[in-house]
């Protein structure tokens, strides 16, 4: 068997296939690794630089957005249960193999763009313990981060998982230590309402594409299909609650932040949340940097297994040279699709800054979004017949037409404000 794969023929490669090993509160936990981990331990600084005080309102609209394409990957994911998630969604919709191509070269690409904006952040909260060149510490994070995504799947995820618990543990503190040092906090929540004034909610808006950025992540679900158990179940599911529990965890440390934290400090700050301890005991400072540290690499680590998989995905279905399926049988991960997203990553990290990183990240995978929304209306339209398995009701989740139409009508508005 192991002979047969090296060949990397790809019907030899099927028979080493993607294992279904992956429970509901594994997926949530990924979901919310790389989605917690991506934003608010790495960002808020840079949306509070464009919307002030106001900045958790940036984060309820980038919501809104992320809410109704949540919903359209949720009946999406059970329609099609498949690596490379967009692309399959793309080729249905629109009929064109070309197309989804495109749309799974530009997940891969939202990925490992990504996967280099949170290493900057990674590097950031490691630099307050390990004395290292920034450019040093930041490729022995990634091709760590590299080994341990060839590992094997239900190892890297269960490790995620493990993370994912620790960086939510850190986040509460956040929340819990901002009140004490600012115990009438609730008083001043008043503050973080906007008024109604052009200039303000111009940065509100503007602020919105960097705290979209904070919820990349819930779409990478999609791109597990193969691996996880009963996937026309637990898809739906992890997705929604995952964008619940990161909505209202983002609201609370940002709201936290901006009414702790100096906004000349926090402006210009790749690692926002540890202005929170600025004045706290070094034991305090030590162990929330650690937090941060497993908090962001957890980011880095999921989103690298995320794009492997959509490149395998198109390898498996001839879109993309063979040799990007092949399995190791012993890993059972694409170890060829794992070496060549851990040197992309490693060279946008060192040669990009990471807010050009960050919006490049939120125009692509907003770009990705109308496409999917569009193809989840086109699919709807269409009225396949009901012998039809995919479309069978009681096997897939189902919305009204009118979710992905706002879908793609925020998620188009928001692609524009970002431009303009």
């Given at each position: 068997m192991a002979q047969n794969i090296k060949h990397t023929d790809l019907s030899h490669i099927k028979d080493t296939a993607l294992q279904r090993s992956i429970s509901l509160p594994l997926l949530v936990l990924y979901g919310l690794g790389v989605t917690v981990g991506a934003g608010v331990y790495v960002l808020i600084g840079a949306t509070a630089a464009k919307a002030g005080i106001y900045a958790p309102i940036s984060f309820i609209l980038a919501a809104i957005v992320v809410?109704?394409?949540?919903?359209?990957?949720?009946?999406?994911?059970?329609?099609?249960?498949?690596?490379?998630?967009?692309a399959v969604y793309v080729k249905n919709g629109f009929n064109s193999n070309h197309l989804a191509l495109i749309v799974g070269l530009m997940v891969v690409t939202s990925g490992v763009v990504s996967s280099a904006a949170i290493s900057i952040g990674a590097t950031a909260y490691t630099n307050n313990l390990i004395d290292l060149s920034?450019?040093?510490?930041?490729?022995?994070?990634?091709?760590?981060?590299?080994?341990?995504?060839?590992?094997?799947?239900?190892?890297?995820?269960?490790?995620?998982?493990?993370?994912?618990v620790i960086e939510i543990g850190g986040l509460c503190f956040v929340v819990f230590y901002g009140f004490t040092i600012k115990p009438d906090m609730l008083s001043d929540l008043a503050q973080l309402i906007p008024p109604l004034d052009a200039s303000v909610w111009a940065g509100i808006t503007s602020a919105g594409l960097l705290a979209f950025f904070a919820f990349v992540g819930f779409e990478d679900i999609a791109n597990m299909a193969e691996e996880v158990k009963n996937p026309r179940k637990n898809m739906p599911r992890a997705i929604i609650v995952t964008l619940l529990i990161a909505t209202l965890l983002y609201l609370a440390v940002v709201s936290v932040v901006v009414l702790v934290v100096p906004m000349d400090q926090l402006v210009i700050s790749v690692a926002p949340l540890e202005l929170v301890f600025a004045q706290a005991s070094d034991s305090i400072r030590g162990?929330?940097?650690?937090?941060?540290?497993?908090?962001?690499?957890?980011?880095?680590?999921?989103?690298?297994?995320?794009?492997?998989?959509?490149?395998?995905?198109?390898?498996?279905?001839?879109?993309?040279p063979k040799q990007l399926a092949y399995i190791h049988p012993k890993t059972q991960t694409p170890l060829v699709a794992t070496a060549i997203i851990v040197a992309i990553v490693l060279g946008l990290a060192l040669f990009l800054p990471i807010q050009e990183l960050a919006r490049f990240t939120a125009t692509i995978v907003l770009c990705v979004f109308i496409l999917v929304n569009i193809s989840l209306i086109r699919i709807k339209l269409r009225k396949k017949s009901q012998t039809d398995d995919h479309f069978q009701t009681s096997n897939y989740f189902s919305v009204p037409i009118w979710v992905p139409v706002a879908g793609l009508a925020s998620s188009s508005a928001l692609l524009l404000v970002g431009l303009v």
């Amino acid at each position: 068997m192991a002979q047969n794969i090296k060949h990397t023929d790809l019907s030899h490669i099927k028979d080493t296939a993607l294992q279904r090993s992956i429970s509901l509160p594994l997926l949530v936990l990924y979901g919310l690794g790389v989605t917690v981990g991506a934003g608010v331990y790495v960002l808020i600084g840079a949306t509070a630089a464009k919307a002030g005080i106001y900045a958790p309102i940036s984060f309820i609209l980038a919501a809104i957005v992320v809410g109704f394409t949540g919903f359209t990957y949720s009946e999406l994911s059970t329609r099609y249960p498949a690596s490379a998630g967009e692309a399959v969604y793309v080729k249905n919709g629109f009929n064109s193999n070309h197309l989804a191509l495109i749309v799974g070269l530009m997940v891969v690409t939202s990925g490992v763009v990504s996967s280099a904006a949170i290493s900057i952040g990674a590097t950031a909260y490691t630099n307050n313990l390990i004395d290292l060149s920034p450019p040093f510490l930041t490729a022995i994070i990634i091709l760590l981060l590299g080994l341990a995504a060839a590992w094997g799947v239900l190892q890297s995820v269960t490790m995620a998982a493990v993370f994912t618990v620790i960086e939510i543990g850190g986040l509460c503190f956040v929340v819990f230590y901002g009140f004490t040092i600012k115990p009438d906090m609730l008083s001043d929540l008043a503050q973080l309402i906007p008024p109604l004034d052009a200039s303000v909610w111009a940065g509100i808006t503007s602020a919105g594409l960097l705290a979209f950025f904070a919820f990349v992540g819930f779409e990478d679900i999609a791109n597990m299909a193969e691996e996880v158990k009963n996937p026309r179940k637990n898809m739906p599911r992890a997705i929604i609650v995952t964008l619940l529990i990161a909505t209202l965890l983002y609201l609370a440390v940002v709201s936290v932040v901006v009414l702790v934290v100096p906004m000349d400090q926090l402006v210009i700050s790749v690692a926002p949340l540890e202005l929170v301890f600025a004045q706290a005991s070094d034991s305090i400072r030590g162990t929330f940097s650690i937090i941060a540290i497993l908090a962001t690499v957890n980011g880095v680590l999921i989103q690298m297994i995320m794009a492997t998989r959509v490149l395998y995905g198109l390898a498996s279905k001839g879109h993309l040279p063979k040799q990007l399926a092949y399995i190791h049988p012993k890993t059972q991960t694409p170890l060829v699709a794992t070496a060549i997203i851990v040197a992309i990553v490693l060279g946008l990290a060192l040669f990009l800054p990471i807010q050009e990183l960050a919006r490049f990240t939120a125009t692509i995978v907003l770009c990705v979004f109308i496409l999917v929304n569009i193809s989840l209306i086109r699919i709807k339209l269409r009225k396949k017949s009901q012998t039809d398995d995919h479309f069978q009701t009681s096997n897939y989740f189902s919305v009204p037409i009118w979710v992905p139409v706002a879908g793609l009508a925020s998620s188009s508005a928001l692609l524009l404000v970002g431009l303009v």
